[in-house]
């Protein structure tokens, strides 16, 4: 994952194009910086961020948290998606940043915004992954990483992480046997 540790708030004051000083003006029914020099505007749309709830032997493989938002708390391996990467690719890339596990895609778990200080809007892409091999290790955003039966995880932070598991649960039981 990108470290942005030193980096309050994605906010442009100056053009990123021309440099010059960002102004605010009514653009498609909203109030909007913009640079009257290159007509640069500064839309707000969300990141992109993919999370995997990673599971072996009916465990689930999550992190403690290193970094900002959220650091100290438990949570599934996430983290931003690269240009030129599939969802998919950021998912296994991840896990493996923050986990040293590998794994293979099983099927798309649910999708969710959610706003935060230091990147503002963030579109949460959540997939259900296969553990397929790897020893479990904390990455260099960590603070641990450990696997803990599906029945007894953690507190998160975001009710859409739980949800995301209970749905992932079902999912097993039903449809997959994921060893
Ligand atoms: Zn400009």
Redesign the pocket.
Known sequence: MIKHKSIPKREFNY??????K?LVDSIEGKDRKN??????VDYKNPLPCVSIIGIKENKIALIKRGIEPSKGSWAPPSGFMEAGEKPEETALRELYEETSLKGEVIELLSVHTHDVEIYGSLLIIIFLVRITGGDIKAGDDALDAKFFELEETPEMKHDFYHDSIEKAKNLIKKRYKLK
């Open positions: 053009c990123p194009i021309c440099g010059e960002l640079c009257r020099s290159c007509g640069f």
